[in-house]
């Protein structure tokens, strides 16, 4: 099984900072890698998938990087609404999909 | 509008099967675009993907689950549902359905999730 892990646990941030997440993998997922964000008591939201492309709505800030086992997630300037935990995810392995254990960021 | 809504017991006994329906609408569970699965997430910790299940009758499973685990449609209702058999308290948790995109390979569309309890 493809172990995701994301690191930090929690990101403290103010709103206007830059937010980078990271999302190591335990083996190559190729670009099979998507990031999703989870607002409180709401369902998840895909944000970007194949590693680096916006889902549909997703504005700009919003940006993904990586292959192989590195990925980096990069909120350019936080707006209150993303203060949320955020989770990778991959499905190189297709049918056997995995998630990461997630990072919150909140309010500093 | 795509709108996926879960429905089923809020509650299950210990041993008992957990049986979940997702209910479509906005877009065909037909579609050969899409497969269609279900995540789940105990309180206070991370998503856990259960399965996802393809209309034209192939399904996948969590290996960590597959003994226990169901995933069917009924395409004349546009529903997908769950059934998770000899539950215990570990199997407590939200559980999502959700659009499992082919073209994005990743679950574009979640329901708002049901939460299901499992106690005597």
């Known amino acids: 099984e493809i172990v995701l892990t994301q690191s930090p646990a929690t990101l403290s941030l103010s709103p206007g900072e830059r937010a980078t997440l990271s999302c190591r993998a335990t083996q190559s997922v190729s670009t099979f890698l998507a990031w999703s964000q989870q607002r409180p008591g709401q369902a998840p939201r895909l944000l970007i998938y194949?590693?680096?492309k916006r889902a549909t709505g997703i504005p700009p800030r919003f940006s993904g990087s990586g292959s192989g086992t590195d990925f980096t997630l990069t909120i350019s300037s936080l707006e209150p609404e993303d203060f949320a935990v955020y989770y990778c995810h991959q499905r190189n392995n297709w049918p056997r999909l995995t998630f990461g254990g997630g990072t919150k960021v909140e309010i500093k | 509008q795509l709108l996926l809504q879960e429905s089923g017991p809020g509650l299950v006994r210990p041993s008992e099967t957990l049986s979940l329906t997702c209910t479509v609408s906005g877009d065909s569970i037909s579609s050969n675009n899409y497969y269609w699965g279900w995540i789940r997430q105990p309180p206070g910790k991370g998503l856990e993907w259960i399965g996802s299940m393809h209309y034209g009758g192939s399904a996948y499973y969590n290996p960590s689950l597959r003994s226990r685990v169901t995933i069917s449609a009924d395409t004349s209702k546009n529903q997908f549902s769950l059934r998770l058999h000899s539950v215990t308290a570990a199997d407590a948790a939200v559980y999502y359905c959700a659009r499992d995109s082919i073209a994005v390979a990743a679950f574009d569309f979640w329901g708002q999730g049901t939460l299901v309890t499992v106690s005597s």
């Open positions: 194949d590693a680096s």
